[in-house]
């Protein structure tokens, strides 16, 4: 039905070689294809897999290699640390049962192999006449993602056919081109689509119109066990071997609802583990107890995807809350057309505890540039259910074959900061094997795609060290405190080049307005001084307050940090985020506008006795805020970014008492080329390090966790991280509370004003979170994700104590306490090294916070 020229090669090889087909349909047939290995075996989670070659086609164009490193990041040697090479197109060939969807998975692993550059691989790959992949650039892929592995997966409709192939085609437009491939994973399994689906958004003449899925061969985008965990590829069920990720960082906006489990069986119908395991099925986020805010917001997820294909988008529901009918009906938006305007689980489902699922298509037509898909959940008030609230349990996004049965979108975009870089980067190793561990440098992806769970490892880092010492790095290695900031000797000449997405993000102020606002910078404006320059209140248009940072005209490193900090900024919105309104560059001044938080710092009001004492839920709901904040730049923007100073006097409250995330943009772009060296530079703030970080100096997200667990310990204590009027023993709060966390003495610390007025279990848990958060390794620290969730839960449990049966993440599900979940716990925060963002202090600041003394008495903790 689809016939094109590699099917014709095809056949004629197959005439030749069909004797060395063994695989013999079985029932629910799986296969596990270790590709360029000769002798296969186990991976990390004890699954099989056998050398690819008997089921080559033809290998003569083919070669068996081996990656030359081994990035921290792959969840195990097999399949990765081997791959095939294809010089001219090859095809594998699979018996299979023609009746039966098939689930095909394709693992790449981009790295460096012996005699190839990798950043010269692309390629098509076809799978019984549907086009998968075309112009596949894995390296770009995971550039763009910063991961270092892609795993792309395909449910193919049945083909009625005996023998599925797989091709592999080198790109024709380039020479000197190749195609690979490190695993392969055939399962087949029973139908899981239907025929009739609605579609969404359509009206008029084509309304009605319904799509059959059961003829689809479709690619998986996303999928999601909301309100849950990670469940790893072993904890699938059907033995499927899916991955459902969780959903927390694809949440738009700041309203997200609270999460939940059920504390009752879920009733198994056959097709149920078909569908999801019960883990998707017992964990749900809803919309919160609250009907008079449910009635304002809609809890709402968006999805990139590609332009111009039809989606299949499926939700999975359950619910464990209520029995009846009209107890909690809602409507379903899906790219803000009504998909279903009142649905009610219960009624839909037969029952409680009953799994079910509902599927709608829609098509992303690229119009406007539209390559989003948005979900968004609303309770139906107009039926006057008796919960004013929206529930779902998991979701999945499915890409349709167009008319030509093709799947293959564009590579994703690489951004202008990342290209640069990365000409940064080569520009240093050049004289070395291309790598893309280098090539990626430090700059990282958002949760963007299907198949995330990657990390880069610091190869930069290391492979600085290991050639120039200490001296050379566009990372910050870990200095000390009195060497001075990176020089950039590149100077301004002129203009600074801020691209123009940045720019059309933001206002362009004049200098008039800027010096009107501040009162031609009046020194009694004057709010703050940071590493950039000062920080001026103001006012603009009459009467907007903002802050106005001012860009130190006699600092070298002002023009790029402004840059950087424009370009970063400008694409990052959040509720929890301090955002940038615009800036001004005009002659030799350059500013900075962000909007003006009202109440100040979290810690002014934490342990300053002039201001009002915070309520404990108060703090519960800034801190949630910060939370908030921190793991959507960890997870939810388009490059990940780990903000490397989280202190208290860096988390800002709004009039409202809306906790924002500040100063997370002065991102390092390493050193300009004219200079031989970078001097290294302190970064973040004693009392709030990473221990791990000074060891290891690697920095990851988790970095930022510990950070926020001395935050936590902060706000239960009311006193300051570093404290040099203390006892030595006292002086570092995050090593007194864990001292008397162990010891059960927690109590004679917290702060007297919460004493006697706290539900003693919320006090419990969220000890019990801070200690998880400072633990000693990275990896057994809970991700940003699992604090928010805590966190939601602890306040739930402080205003609704009768709620603990429903509250969200038991305890348990951030103890890590064996390698495979370490190992998965990995993998669900997206473990991932990045461009190193964060501000650099200046030296007053530093030693205001900081003095000599306590300075090398945290050094020498090291070993700690
Ligand atoms: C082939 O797949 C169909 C549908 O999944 C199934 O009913 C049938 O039993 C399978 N046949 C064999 C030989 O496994
Ligand atoms: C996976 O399943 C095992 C065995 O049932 C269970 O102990 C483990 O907690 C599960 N892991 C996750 C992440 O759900
Ligand atoms: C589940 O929680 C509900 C509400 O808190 C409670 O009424 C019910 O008894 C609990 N069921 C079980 C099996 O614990
Ligand atoms: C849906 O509406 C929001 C604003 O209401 C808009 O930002 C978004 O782009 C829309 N999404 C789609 C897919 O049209
Ligand atoms: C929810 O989304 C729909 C569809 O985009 C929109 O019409 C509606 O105004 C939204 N409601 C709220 C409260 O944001
Ligand atoms: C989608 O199709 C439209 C109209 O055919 C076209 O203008 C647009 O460039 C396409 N977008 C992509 C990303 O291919
Ligand atoms: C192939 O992909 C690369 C990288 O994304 C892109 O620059 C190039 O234009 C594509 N070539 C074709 C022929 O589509
Ligand atoms: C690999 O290819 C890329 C793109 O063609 C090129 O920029 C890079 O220098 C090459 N690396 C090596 C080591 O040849």
């Known amino acids: 039905m689809h016939s094109n020229s590699g099917l014709v090669v095809f056949y004629v090889q197959l005439c030749i070689v069909f004797s060395i087909i063994h695989a013999q349909p079985g029932p629910g047939q799986k296969i596990f294809l270790s590709c360029g290995d000769q002798k296969g075996g186990n991976d990390a989670d004890g699954r099989k897999w056998e050398p690819d070659a008997k089921y080559l086609v033809n290998s003569d164009k083919t070669v068996e290699t081996k990656a030359e490193t081994k990035d921290s990041s792959l969840p195990s040697d097999i399949p990765y640390m081997t791959a095939r090479i294809f010089n001219a197109e090859t095809s594998y060939k699979f018996s299979v049962n023609g009746s039966s969807r098939i689930f095909l998975r394709l693992h790449f692993y981009p790295s460096s192999y012996p005699n190839v550059n990798i950043s010269n691989s692309y390629f098509s790959v076809n799978a019984g006449g549907v086009t998968l992949l075309n112009n596949f650039s894995a390296a770009t892929t995971a550039m763009a993602l910063s991961q270092a592995y892609i795993i792309k997966e395909y449910a193919l409709a049945p083909s009625n056919k005996n023998d599925l192939s797989l091709t592999f085609k080198p790109s024709d437009k380039y020479s000197g081109t190749f195609a690979f491939l490190n695993g392969i994973e055939v399962i087949e399994t029973p139908e899981m689509f239907d025929d009739n689906i609605e579609m969404v958004g359509v009206s008029g003449e084509d309304s009605g119109v319904m799509v059959s899925a059961t003829t689809a061969s479709m690619e998986t985008m996303y999928r999601l066990n909301v309100g849950g965990q990670f469940v790893p590829p072993t904890n699938d069920s059907a033995g499927l071997m899916r991955s459902w990720y969780d959903d927390s960082a694809y949440i738009f906006g700041a309203s997200s609802g609270v999460t939940n489990k059920a504390n009752t069986t879920i009733k198994d119908s056959g097709l149920t583990g078909v569908l999801a395991p019960l883990d998707v099925y017992n964990t749900a986020r809803s919309m919160g107890p609250d009907p008079n805010i449910n009635k304002n917001y809609n809890l709402t997820w968006v999805f990139e995807v590609d332009a111009n294909f039809t989606y299949l988008v499926r939700l999975h529901f359950c619910d464990y809350l209520y029995q009846k009918v009209n107890q909690r009906v809602f409507t379903i938006y899906i790219n803000n057309q009504t998909a279903a305007d009142t649905l009610d689980i219960i009624a839909l489902a037969g029952g409680m505890d009953q799994p079910v699922k509902k599927d709608y298509v829609v098509n992303v037509n690229g119009k406007q540039d539209n390559k989003e898909i948005w979900v968004a959940l609303h309770p139906n008030v107009n039926v006057k259910p008796e919960f004013y609230d929206a529930a779902l ?49 430090g700059a990282a992806g958002g949760a963007a795609a299907f198949g995330i769970a990657a990390a880069i490892i610091f190869i930069v880092n290391k492979r600085n060290k290991k050639q120039h010492g200490d001296s050379v790095s566009w990372l910050p290695l870990y200095g000390h405190s009195h060497t001075s900031a990176t020089t950039v000797s590149g100077k301004s ?107 100040g710092t979290l810690r002014e009001h934490l342990y300053n006795k002039n201001k009002v004492t915070l309520t404990w839920k108060q703090r519960l709901e800034i801190c949630i805020g910060a939370a908030r904040g921190l793991h959507y730049l960890h997870t939810g923007a388009k490059y990940t970014i780990i903000h490397r100073d989280v202190k208290t006097t860096n988390i800002l409250l709004d009039d409202k008492w809306v906790a924002k995330v500040s100063d997370f943009g002065l991102s390092k772009t390493g050193p300009n080329m004219n200079q031989s060296h970078v001097s290294t530079v302190v970064k973040g703030s004693f009392g709030y390090l990473d221990p791990e970080y000074f060891r290891r100096q690697q920095l990851t997200e988790k970095s930022d966790v510990y950070s926020f667990g001395v935050v936590l310990f902060e706000v239960l204590c009311a006193r300051p991280a570093l404290n040099p009027s203390l006892p030595k023993e006292q002086v570092s709060l995050a090593d007194y509370a864990m001292h008397c966390q162990r010891k059960g003495t927690l109590d004679e610390i917290i702060d007297p004003q919460l004493k006697g007025k706290v539900n003693p279990e919320c006090i419990k848990k969220f000890a019990e979170l801070a200690e998880k958060c400072l633990a000693d390794h990275g990896t057994d620290r809970p991700s940003m994700g699992d604090v928010l969730w805590n966190l939601e839960s602890v306040l739930q449990l402080e205003s609704d104590p009768t709620s603990v049966n429903h509250s969200p993440a038991p305890s348990g599900s951030i103890e890590y ?25 200046d030296e007053n600041e530093q030693s205001e916070d900081k003095p000599d003394e306590i300075f090398s008495q945290i050094v020498n903790q090291k070993g700690r």
């Open 393 to 441: 349990n998991g979701l999945e996004i499915f890409k349709l074959g167009d008319a030509k049965s093709n799947l293959a979108g564009p590579n994703p975009e690489i951004s202008d900061l990342m290209l640069k870089q990365m000409e940064l980067n080569n520009k240093k190793f050049a004289p070395e094997k291309s790598y893309i561990g280098a090539i990626v440098g």
């Open 817 to 841: 306490d064996n390698a495979e979940q370490i190992n998965q716990a990995k993998l669900m925060a997206m473990h991932r090294n990045t461009l190193s963002l964060g501000s650099d202090h």
């Open 493 to 599: 000449n002129g203009s600074t080049n801020i691209s123009s997405d940045a720019a059309a993000n933001c206002r362009f102020f004049s200098l008039a307005e800027i010096l009107q606002a501040t009162k031609n910078f009046d020194e009694s404006h004057v709010i703050g001084v940071g590493g950039f320059g000062k920080v001026y209140r103001g006012v603009i248009d009459g009467d907007t307050k903002v802050a106005i940072k001012r860009s130190n005209p006699s600092s070298e490193q002002g023009v790029n940090e402004f840059q950087t900090e424009i370009e970063m900024l400008s694409k990052l919105r959040h509720r929890h985020l301090v955002s940038l309104i615009g800036f001004c560059e005009e002659g030799n001044e350059m500013a900075l506008v962000y909007d003006y938080m009202g109440k």
